[in-house]
């Protein structure tokens, strides 16, 4: 099933008000988070507050997914339990290092919910050094999205910030060939800057141009941003549906290239097309 993953808002998960107002937000995904927006003396309570979100509901479409503090803390067992417990769409682990890492996840919430997923966090050296063997385990486990932590990353990699990003541009199309090699979701980091708006729009475009599912968020203000960059726009919408029209036509049965408005089509923009089609009826 194909479902908009445009906009990806992470949330105190102890911030009830900031909770309950993402029931009514415009983002594809709720991220109730564990990990790095709760201070130390708040880790209980932004659990039990996580496990009654769940209990309540009330998200819609949206989906919700828990991120957990990394088995190195002393919360993130903890926080494997109560998640896999509560049963999100997703859990979202950090610092995954190897595909062990994501393995041992993995048999942690083996009593989750059969449809709760897996997100794993590309956020250090050797994440990025081993991706190929991560998103592999997306064949046999319950991995489905990999997640960029542009923060984390670049301070690992003692990387200046620069507005085109290019010292992670690299890391950030392995992390779209990984994920697409393997059938798994790819979600561009953060923007950091809340009043740089011109920022992240480059940032959005810059990410659905490198293949980006969609873009992490850390305030509302900047999901309508995000939707709009990572959505077909009308021009898409159209010649997607002139691309399905074009090769259904009984004249084009069995065609493997096609003419369609005066540019070549082949198989796999069909495939492309449909899953634009899709994507938009989605929304």
Not at 29 to 37: F, K, N, P, Q, S
Request: charged share 25%.
């Amino acid at each position: 099933m194909i479902r908009p993953r445009r906009s990806v808002l992470f949330l105190p998960a102890s911030n009830a008000r900031a909770v309950d107002k993402a029931r009514g937000l415009a983002c594809d995904v709720a991220v109730l988070d564990l990990e790095d927006a709760v201070g130390p003396e708040h880790k209980a309570d932004a659990r039990a507050a996580m496990a009654e979100t769940l209990r309540t509901g009330g998200f819609g479409a949206r989906e919700v997914v828990v991120r957990v503090n990394g088995l190195d803390t002393e919360w993130g067992e903890q926080d494997l339990a109560a998640a896999a417990a509560a049963g999100p769409d997703a859990i979202l682990v950090p610092k995954v290092r190897t595909a062990e890492d994501v393995r041992d996840y993995d048999r942690r919430i083996a009593g989750a919910p059969a449809g709760t997923r897996l997100w794993a966090m590309v956020e250090t050296c050797a994440s990025v050094l081993n991706l190929r063997e991560i998103a592999g385990e997306g064949a046999s486990g319950r991995l489905s999205a990999l997640v960029v932590g542009v923060n984390d990353l670049s301070k690992e990699m003692r990387a200046r910030r620069v507005p085109d990003r290019a010292p992670l541009q690299a890391a950030l199309t392995l992390t779209v060939a990984a994920a697409r090699a393997h059938g798994l979701i790819a979600l561009d980091g953060v923007h950091n800057d809340l009043d740089d708006a011109q920022g992240l729009e480059a940032e959005c475009r810059q990410g659905r141009d490198f293949g980006f599912d969609g873009k992490c968020l850390i305030h509302p203000r900047q999901i309508d941003v995000a939707n709009r960059a990572f959505s077909p726009d009308p021009a898409e919408i159209a010649w997607a549906r002139a691309v399905v029209e074009a090769f259904e036509a009984p004249q084009n049965a069995g065609a493997g290239v096609i003419c369609v408005e005066g540019r070549m089509a082949e198989r796999l923009h069909l495939d492309e097309a449909r899953r634009t089609l899709a994507l938009a009826a989605a929304w």
